[in-house]
């Protein structure tokens, strides 16, 4: 059995009503940004998946929703520039379309920076980045985040798609974990 969250869960930094009041915010500055166009929303699995059905459901333009899937090489390992590959690509040309790329969490960067990189070079009409969380103070390579719903500190957080040891995702809430209660599983 996994180890029951709430004996690790030092605090819950973001409740389910900011995340969805903030959700409703950046669906509103989409909206009116991409006014009398179309969009294609690439979700980055798994962590962007609560966030980009939340967030589409917030946005009036018209929409298609494609799916990708990044890897770092062997688990574990940091991740660093070169490192990043495709496990799931998306289903459909982006030529020519406005793109937003929707992720949990921007960490060290280097996973969307990677990501970008790829999908330039299918000349989209333009491409740009939501983030829910910018885990702002541990960026190595710099990205063009356009929307961000919040900034947060350097904590290991869980919830709302982000997992702890892949479970927990489904939390409405984001929490961060207290290092000393918390055992890794064998
Ligand atoms: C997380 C997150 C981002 C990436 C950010 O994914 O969803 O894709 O890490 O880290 P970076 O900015 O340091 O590259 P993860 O690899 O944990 O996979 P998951 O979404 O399937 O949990």
């Given at each position: 059995m996994v180890?029951?969250?709430?004996?690790?869960?030092?605090?819950i930094?973001l409740?389910?009503?900011?995340?969805?009041?903030?959700?409703?915010?950046?669906g509103?500055?989409?909206?009116?940004d991409?006014?009398?166009?179309e969009?294609?929303?690439i979700?980055?699995?798994?962590?962007?998946?609560?966030?980009?059905?939340?967030?589409?459901r917030?946005?009036?333009?018209?929409?298609?929703?494609?799916f990708m899937?990044?890897?770092?090489?062997?688990?574990g390992?940091?991740?660093?520039?070169?490192?990043?590959r495709?496990?799931?690509?998306?289903?459909?040309s982006i030529?020519?379309?406005?793109?937003l790329?929707?992720?949990?969490?921007?960490?060290?960067?280097?996973t969307?920076?990677?990501?970008i990189?790829?999908?330039?070079?299918?000349?989209p009409?333009?491409?740009?980045?939501?983030?829910?969380?910018?885990?702002?103070?541990?960026?190595?390579?710099?990205?063009?985040?356009?929307?961000?719903g919040f900034?947060i500190?350097n904590?290991?957080?869980f919830g709302?798609?982000?997992?702890?040891?892949?479970?927990?995702?489904n939390?409405?809430?984001i929490?961060?974990v207290n290092?000393?209660?918390y055992?890794?599983?064998?």
């Open positions: 180890q029951d969250y709430t004996e690790y869960l030092e605090k930094i409740t389910e009503k900011q995340i969805q009041d903030r959700i409703k915010e950046l509103a500055e989409i909206s009116r991409y006014q009398g166009k969009l294609l929303i979700c980055i699995l798994r962590g962007g998946v609560m966030f980009t059905t939340d967030i589409v917030q946005i009036s333009v018209p929409l298609a929703i494609e899937a990044v890897s770092s090489y062997g688990s390992v940091r991740k660093s520039e070169g490192e990043v495709i496990t799931l690509d998306l289903n459909s030529t020519d379309k406005h793109v790329i929707l992720e949990d969490i921007i960490d060290s960067g280097n969307l920076a990677s990501v990189d790829m999908l330039k070079t299918r000349n009409a333009s491409l740009f980045i939501c983030t829910l969380l910018d885990k702002y103070e541990r960026r190595e390579v710099d990205v063009p985040i356009r929307y961000c900034k500190k904590e290991f957080v709302y798609g982000l997992d702890m040891d892949e479970y927990y995702r939390l409405p809430f929490g961060v290092p000393e209660k055992v890794p599983p064998t």
